[in-house]
């Protein structure tokens, strides 16, 4: 019998964090009332000509250089022809042979297995507007063209990929990388980062590649999977069968956990793809791109690297710290405000126990229950052994409860370890009278009762005292 | 033969002293639209209330004492391809008829912010895709100087409103000729500027890479006039340059003692009709009576213009003019079936010849015949460009005729498509090049018919085709022989 390999490429459109559209002074924000983003360019009013917005640019070269593209000091915008109504002038602006980033890659991890997925190109383009079919229960298709000319990155991957699983980790990864340097937000279901993937199988050892299917709108990770998936497993039954695959566009239909198909070859278009002539070349100059390339933030890669190297954290706790750029931030402007790197493993550990389920990510935005300042002031009292990490948490929750800071709510609470070791001792004193018999078993060498005068003083000082002083303490007294 | 009068620049100084009222003005040129225009249908639209209205600003602009624009009072004819706020735009084509756009042209709103009073929308082949405005959806324009002859296009009511003293000038917009060709028909000063020059924001485009908005006048001072208006960089148009306007009108008074004029000598012996010979003879005679030396030029590559220009120019429409589908504005024709209803719009709203270049275009731009066509048309642009540049090394202004014939009469040509494109087979290379190049009126013929030269400049050198001009204008300009004897009226 055969055995199939899968070769999957990825493209991904991801919308750019732009104020204003691609070609127009328009909001690009999502969500407002149907056409009231719109003006005669994005309408495509007769007449009106496209200015391109020099912040999608910048932001299309910051991807190139994260993504290691060799970035053109000349591209050009191109026009995509076709008729559909939710493009307001039937073509589409976007960029053809000469696209602005070029030659990229990106490792991705699979099973501990590391594998670098080629990027071909990544091209800027304007999004289509938003078709509504049957509004009000009518016939009719009402369009929005709220959408219309918003900036996108299509990012296009080899034909590198070989499993569903390898296909998702390229996506994630990549997802990662944009939000990090602040290009893309990440949100699938709004569908600023959205994904199409080509797929087809092949026995293994053929260098050519099969006919191959694509798979339109998926719009989460778990159908990223589960639709490749699928489709390996379909076209491995039709060619085992003797069937051959059709080249067609396939969509996912999670209600039937399949794939379906969309659209069939023979109505594939003849885009009639030319130089846009009302947009000049577009011209970077190398400072330029250096310029841009300087001011790149630290990448998920390299952070996650430095929180293990540096920090001591595990690899699985510096993947959950970079596991969103807030984050990332929120641990290291704690650490800062702390002042000591060798805390990184205890903060860490905080912000996992009791921080995280509290925050809430939407996008590239976060909410945290307290500032970073607020929790470092906490964590300074545990290092100070003001208190003990146990009254540390009682603490949090009342700050998260009630904004207080960490200092006002120990002191008001009367929760400061009792560090006065004069008082301390005389409690310790207290307790090693009140049970004579056991302080004589540990001075006839049974050590393990050393634990309950522990217990013993803990519960007389409410959890207060620290407990190394009071192991201190004990040992002196009892030698 | 002499110079006409400037009545741009004189009446704007009469509306400035307070000889005339601005609103004087715009009643005469309204009265002589009421009284000419049912013959010559030069007008698509006038905005009887929106011109005198403009008229009585400036008046009480001058009575409150504040200062006037360069154009106070001039009344001004737009070309229908160019975007008018409220007022209706429609490309002579029955796709857009009716439509108002919510957005003035950029070139229409420096002229009103310069004080002119814009009298209503001229007539043109439809979407400025023609070169006798008989492609119309609306009617042909008739030629002021002979009523069976065509005005040439595609701004044929542009020119033909200037000629018949409609309006005291008008913007047109040149494609491949589409200002100078009518210009020359119909005996005005046509301009087309270097490409870049003039913002393209709100004309309705036909090939971007080539429209560029010009104006009309009777004299190359008015001109002068009108570009230093319209000219300048605009942010909105990203293929407007950032270039400084100089003062054109200063150049009109540069004498040509000097210039350089270079006479692409195998044009002038390509063209059959003896009169416009003549005509080009007495250009070279005056220009060298005026202290200019002539000197031999070719352009190696201008045979090729007619192929390269129908490649690129359809292939561009072919795209620009998608957005005509009845989904936003204009014309509907309403299908239950949304391909359907698309293709009924475009079948019932364009004309024949729009269609005949829509497909051309598609054609050209198709998987396969890309490289053949439009690729290799946009390289022999390049040799074209380069032909200029040699010939500017040995000359400021390129000569040549601006068109093979005179004005010729109605139908003669609707038959055979390429024939009538041959009649802008010298307005071409300079459109392909993204030269500045005027046609000034250069005589006229025995008939009555007037003729015009065309000179071609450095990109952004305007200025010296005004010195050109105003030299060939000093010695042949027709005067105040003016068109609007044909119309009967010795007024
Ligand atoms: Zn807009």
């Known amino acids: 019998m055969t055995t199939y390999e899968a070769v999957i490429g990825l493209e991904v459109h991801a919308q750019l964090l732009t104020r204003t559209k691609l070609f127009c002074g328009c909001s690009a924000e999502y969500g407002a009332e149907p056409n009231t983003h719109v003006c005669p360019v994005c309408l495509g009013?007769?007449?009106?000509?496209?200015?391109?917005?020099?912040?999608?640019?910048?932001?299309?070269?910051?991807?190139?250089?994260?993504?290691?593209?060799?970035?053109?000091?000349?591209?050009?915008f191109a026009r995509k022809n076709y008729f559909y109504p939710d493009l307001s002038k039937n073509y589409q602006t976007s960029q053809y042979d000469e696209p602005i980033d070029e030659h990229g890659e990106l490792v991705i991890e699979v099973d501990g297995?590391?594998?670098?997925?080629?990027?071909?190109?990544?091209?800027?383009?304007?999004?289509?507007?938003?078709?509504?079919?049957?509004?009000?229960?009518?016939?009719?298709?009402?369009?929005?063209?709220?959408?219309?000319?918003?900036?996108?990155?299509?990012?296009?991957?080899?034909?590198?990929?070989?499993?569903?699983?390898?296909?998702?980790?390229?996506?994630?990864?990549?997802?990662d990388i944009l939000m990090f340097i602040?290009?893309?937000?990440?949100?699938?279901?709004?569908?600023?980062?959205?994904?199409?993937?080509?797929?087809?199988?092949?026995?293994?050892?053929?260098?050519?590649?099969?006919?191959?299917?694509?798979?339109?709108?998926?719009?989460?990770?778990?159908?990223?999977?589960?639709?490749?998936?699928?489709e390996i497993a379909r076209q491995e039954a039709v060619v085992s069968s003797g069937g051959k695959i059709v080249q067609e566009t396939r969509t996912w239909n999670e209600a039937q956990q399949k794939t379906v198909t969309m659209r069939s070859k023979e109505e594939a278009h003849d885009y009639r793809y030319?130089?846009?002539?009302?947009?000049?070349?577009?011209?970077?100059?190398?400072?330029?791109?250096?310029?841009?390339?300087?001011?790149?933030?630290?990448?998920?890669?390299?952070?996650?690297?430095?929180?293990?190297?540096?920090?001591?954290?595990?690899?699985?706790?510096?993947?959950?710290?970079?596991?969103?750029?807030?984050?990332?931030?929120?641990?290291?402007a704690t650490l800062a405000a702390l002042g000591d790197e060798k805390l990184g493993k205890k903060v860490a550990n905080f912000i996992q126990s009791e921080v995280l389920r509290f925050v809430e990510t939407r996008g590239l935005e976060a909410t945290f229950p307290v500032k970073a300042e607020a929790l470092a002031g906490l964590l300074a009292l545990v290092e100070k052994g003001s208190i003990n990490g146990k009254i540390a948490k009682q603490v949090f929750a009342e700050m998260v409860e009630t904004g207080a800071s960490a200092e006002s709510i120990v002191e008001s609470k009367g929760l400061a370890a009792v560090t006065d070791t004069a008082a301390l001792e005389a409690e310790i004193q207290k307790v090693l009278d009140a049970n004579p018999a056991q302080v004589e078993q540990y001075r006839g060498g049974k050590q393990a009762v050393f634990g309950f005068f522990v217990g013993q003083v803990m519960k007389a000082t409410k959890g207060q005292a620290d407990p190394k002083a009071v192991q201190e303490i004990l040992r002196r007294l009892l030698g | 033969m002499s110079a006409p009068r400037s009545i741009v620049v004189q009446t704007a100084e009469a509306v400035r002293k307070g000889e005339r009222t601005a609103v004087e003005v715009c009643e005469e040129s309204l009265a002589r639209i009421e009284r000419h225009d049912g013959a010559l249908n030069a007008f698509l639209y006038v905005d009887r209330e929106g011109a005198l209205e403009a008229a009585r600003r400036v008046d009480e602009a001058r009575a409150k004492g504040e200062p006037l624009g360069p154009l106070a009072g001039v009344t001004i004819a737009i070309k229908d391809n160019l975007c008018t706020r409220g007022v209706p735009t429609s490309c002579a084509s029955k796709i857009l008829e009716g439509w108002r756009p919510p957005y003035d042209a950029d070139s229409v709103e420096r002229l009103r912010a310069a004080g002119a009073v814009l009298v209503g929308k001229t007539n043109l082949d439809e979407f400025a895709m023609g070169s006798s405005t008989e492609n119309s959806a609306f009617g042909p324009v008739k030629n002021p100087w002979d009523l069976s002859r065509v005005p040439g296009g595609s701004s044929g009511g542009s020119a033909?409103?200037?000629?018949?003293?409609?309006?005291?000038?008008?913007?047109?917009?040149?494609?491949?000729?589409?200002?100078?060709?009518?210009?020359?028909?119909?005996?005005?000063?046509?301009?087309?500027?270097?490409?870049?020059?003039?913002?393209?924001?709100?004309?309705?485009?036909?090939?971007?890479?080539l429209d560029q908005v010009g104006p009309f006048t009777k004299s190359v001072r008015d001109a002068a006039r009108l570009m230093e208006v319209i000219a300048g960089h605009d942010p909105r148009d990203a293929t407007s340059l950032e270039r400084e306007v100089?003062?054109?009108?200063?150049?009109?008074?540069?004498?040509?003692?000097?210039?350089?004029?270079?006479?692409?000598?195998?044009?002038?012996?390509?063209?059959?009709?003896?009169?416009?010979?003549?005509?080009?003879?007495?250009?070279?005679?005056?220009?060298?009576?005026?202290?200019?030396?002539?000197?031999?030029?070719?352009?190696?590559?201008?045979?090729?213009?007619?192929?390269?220009?129908?490649?690129?120019?359809?292939?561009?429409?072919?795209?620009?003019?998608?957005?005509?589908?009845g989904v936003r504005y204009g014309l509907r024709v309403s299908r239950d079936d949304l391909v359907e209803m698309v293709e009924e719009t475009?079948?019932?709203?364009?004309?024949?010849?729009?269609?005949?270049?829509?497909?051309?275009?598609?054609?050209?731009?198709?998987?396969?015949?890309?490289?053949?066509?439009?690729?290799?048309?946009?390289?022999?642009?390049?040799?074209?460009?380069?032909?200029?540049?040699?010939?500017?090394?040995?000359?400021?202004?390129?000569?040549s005729p601006t068109t093979p014939t005179p004005a010729f009469e109605f139908g003669a040509r609707t038959h055979d498509p390429l024939a009538m494109y041959l009649a802008d087979i010298f307005t071409l290379p300079p459109s392909l090049a993204g030269l500045?190049?005027?046609?000034?009126?250069?005589?006229?013929?025995?008939?009555?018919?007037?003729?015009?030269?065309?000179?071609?400049?450095?990109?952004?050198?305007?200025?010296?085709?005004?010195?050109?001009?105003?030299?060939?204008?000093a010695r042949l300009g027709l005067g105040e022989h003016e068109a609007r004897a044909f119309l009967g009226d010795k007024a």
Do not use: W
């Open chain 2, 160 to 209: 033909a409103a200037v000629a018949a003293g409609l309006s005291q000038a008008s913007l047109g917009s040149d494609t491949g000729g589409s200002v100078r060709q009518p210009g020359a028909f119909c005996g005005v000063t046509a301009v087309k500027p270097t490409y870049g020059r003039v913002s393209r924001y709100g004309l309705i485009a036909f090939a971007s890479s």
């Open chain 1, 274 to 332: 030319f130089p846009c002539p009302d947009l000049p070349p577009i011209r970077v100059s190398e400072e330029r791109i250096e310029s841009i390339r300087a001011s790149l933030p630290e990448l998920p890669d390299a952070k996650r690297a430095r929180y293990v190297e540096q920090l001591g954290l595990t690899p699985y706790d510096a993947g959950v710290l970079t596991g969103h750029p807030e984050i990332a931030r929120f641990f290291e």
């Open chain 2, 346 to 399: 475009r079948a019932q709203g364009f004309g024949p010849e729009v269609k005949r270049r829509i497909m051309l275009g598609t054609y050209a731009l198709s998987a396969g015949y890309y490289d053949a066509f439009y690729l290799k048309a946009q390289k022999v642009r390049t040799l074209i460009r380069r032909d200029y540049d040699a010939a500017f090394e040995v000359c400021d202004v390129v000569l």
């Open chain 2, 246 to 325: 100089p003062r054109y009108e200063a150049a009109c008074d540069e004498p040509a003692k000097g210039l350089r004029v270079g006479v692409v000598r195998s044009q002038v012996e390509a063209v059959e009709d003896a009169e416009v010979r003549a005509a080009m003879d007495a250009t070279l005679d005056a220009l060298r009576d005026a202290g200019a030396t002539l000197v031999d030029v070719e352009l190696p590559h201008a045979k090729y213009a007619v192929s390269v220009y129908y490649l690129v120019a359809t292939a561009e429409a072919s795209s620009n003019l998608a957005r005509f589908d």
């Open chain 1, 45 to 76: 009013l007769p007449g009106a000509l496209p200015v391109p917005n020099e912040k999608a640019i910048e932001l299309a070269i910051r991807a190139g250089l994260a993504l290691g593209c060799k970035v053109r000091t000349t591209s050009r």
């Open chain 2, 436 to 473: 500045p190049a005027f046609s000034t009126p250069c005589g006229l013929t025995k008939g009555g018919l007037p003729v015009g030269v065309q000179l071609t400049g450095r990109p952004f050198d305007e200025a010296t085709l005004f010195r050109a001009s105003a030299a060939i204008e």
């Open chain 1, 182 to 230: 602040g290009v893309n937000d990440g949100n699938l279901e709004e569908g600023s980062f959205r994904c199409d993937a080509n797929v087809s199988i092949r026995p293994v050892g053929q260098e050519e590649f099969g006919t191959r299917t694509e798979l339109k709108n998926i719009n989460s990770f778990k159908f990223v999977r589960k639709a490749i998936e699928y």
């Open chain 1, 113 to 175: 297995v590391e594998k670098r997925i080629g990027i071909t190109r990544a091209h800027l383009e304007e999004d289509a507007a938003k078709n509504v079919h049957g509004e009000g229960g009518g016939l009719h298709t009402v369009v929005d063209y709220n959408r219309a000319g918003t900036p996108l990155l299509e990012i296009v991957s080899e034909p590198d990929l070989r499993s569903a699983a390898e296909a998702e980790a390229y996506l994630k990864k990549l997802r």
